[in-house]
């Protein structure tokens, strides 16, 4: 119990158990925080599918907006998007005909994959300190002969042979400081596997896991489009865009015809006919009350 009591305030093995509980905290909280964001943004897509994207697409983007690990990444991810849906032609005043753009998709699609913008990389990395979190094994071994070594120098230090007692209790304590040196690199070698391993199932089973959720859900979501696609897509839109003007010139001058014939039966004929009806009118008032011919000739 002394030794224990005695290895227990020994710097040295405060120094490594500190670096080991703290990092193994700090760890620990940074992915259980990760996951909880990326969890929750899982929840939150959830009710999408492709079907509802579109009309839904500024609620999916303020939630993508709104998480603190997908904020960045989809900035980037929303140029490579593509809106392609239905275009309607109105052939009539009252029938509306709706045309897909493309025959095989319809949404939105993206041009490049969702693992290229959502990633470990991005989701994950940028929001705990990697590097501290890698350099941990190390420091950790690094501990073990360092600590070691300066045990064994400071024991061989207090060896003191100018007398029998002197060295009966010298000798006592170089022994218990040699069996705290030993017990140094087994210390900092057995955190440094220890940290190892959690860091790995942990990194597996809690952060990993939410983010692999969160990249499916997105993959289902978006359609991937090639170039070589987008441009058919793009050349049958040309198509359709100048078929649909070619038949709108062609039939300019029906429509201009059709319009000049409804002027003149609306407004024109019935302006005419009032002059003719003031023309006879004042002629037959004229013949009345003259007492020779018709001096219109009797024209009306």
């Not at 992915?31 to 897509?45: E, G, P």
Request: charged fraction near 20%; include cysteine.
């Amino acid at each position: 119990m002394e030794f224990f009591l005695k290895l227990i305030k020994d710097p040295p093995v405060l120094i490594i158990i500190s670096t080991f509980i703290g990092g193994l905290s700090y760890t620990l909280s940074r992915y259980l925080s990760i996951a909880k964001s990326l969890n929750q943004l899982y929840n939150d897509l959830e009710s999408f599918t492709k079907s509802n994207l579109s009309y839904r697409f500024e609620e999916f983007k303020q939630i993508m907006s709104s998480n603190p690990c997908t904020k960045q990444p989809f900035e980037d991810f929303l140029d490579s998007l593509v809106f392609s849906d239905t275009l309607a032609f109105q052939d009539s005043d009252d029938e509306i005909e709706y045309q897909n753009v493309s025959e095989s998709v319809s949404g939105i699609q993206t041009t490049t994959d969702i693992s290229y913008y959502f990633n470990e990389e991005t989701l994950v990395y940028p929001y705990y300190n990697r590097g501290v979190v890698l350099t941990l094994p190390e420091l950790l071994t690094g501990f073990g002969p360092f600590f070691t070594f300066m045990k064994i120098a400071t024991a061989f230090g207090k060896l003191d042979f100018t007398s029998s007692e002197t060295i009966t209790k010298t000798v006592a304590e170089f022994v218990g400081d040699m069996q705290i040196a030993a017990i140094c690199s087994v210390l900092a070698v057995g955190s440094c596997l220890t940290f190892t391993l959690f860091d790995r199932f942990a990194t597996a089973l809690i952060v990993m896991k939410a983010c692999h959720k969160v990249q499916q859900k997105l993959a289902s979501l978006f359609n991937v489009i090639t170039t070589e696609s987008f441009m058919i897509d793009l050349l049958k839109t040309s198509k359709i865009q100048s078929h649909e003007n070619g038949k709108i010139l062609k039939s300019i001058p029906k429509s201009f015809s059709n319009t000049v014939q409804k002027d003149l039966a609306n407004v024109i004929m019935p302006y005419l006919e009032g002059i003719i009806f003031g023309v006879n009118t004042l002629n037959d008032t004229m013949s009345k009350k003259s007492d020779g011919g018709d001096e219109l000739g009797g024209l009306f």
